[in-house]
């Protein structure tokens, strides 16, 4: 059964950083597009940062610039780093992950929730102000 697990959630103040993981639970599960998404309190899941195999990466406006994301293999881990955070990032954090095919057809990234087949349980983020 393939697993995603997330970590490194937590309470913040605005300006300070956290660190995300995500781990998988064999290899080959990162091989193709990985993603981090995030869902506020009554909004929808949105992504907000995708790295392609070929280290290609596109970021959400609201996060570009202060938010990092990246990868080690031979540990089979996703990471978002996050600095500089504000109030509105606060929200629910899922990894995820395609099973085949590339991050980027038809001149877009795969930025859409059905796209991909593997998914974390979620880390909570709390920014306050």
């Known amino acids: 059964q393939v697993q995603l697990v997330e970590s490194g959630g937590g309470s913040v103040r605005a300006g300070e950083s956290l660190k995300l993981a995500c781990a998988a639970s064999?290899?080959?599960?990162?091989?193709?597009?990985v993603a981090w998404f995030r869902q506020p309190p009554g909004s929808e899941r949105e992504a907000i940062a995708v790295?392609?195999?070929?280290?290609?990466?596109n970021y959400a406006d609201s996060v570009k610039g202060r938010f990092t994301i990246s990868q080690d293999k031979a540990k089979n881990t996703l990471y978002l780093q996050m600095n500089s955070q504000k109030p509105e990032d606060t929200a629910m954090y899922y990894c995820?992950?395609?099973?085949?095919?590339?991050?980027?057809?038809?001149?877009?990234?795969?930025?859409?929730?059905?796209?991909?087949?593997?998914w974390g349980q979620g880390t909570q983020v709390t920014v306050s102000s």
């Open positions: 995820a992950a395609t099973r085949d095919g590339e991050c980027y057809s038809g001149g877009t990234y795969l930025l859409n929730t059905y796209e991909y087949n593997y």
């Open positions: 064999r290899s080959g599960i990162l091989s193709k597009c």
């Open positions: 790295l392609d195999q070929d280290g290609s990466t």
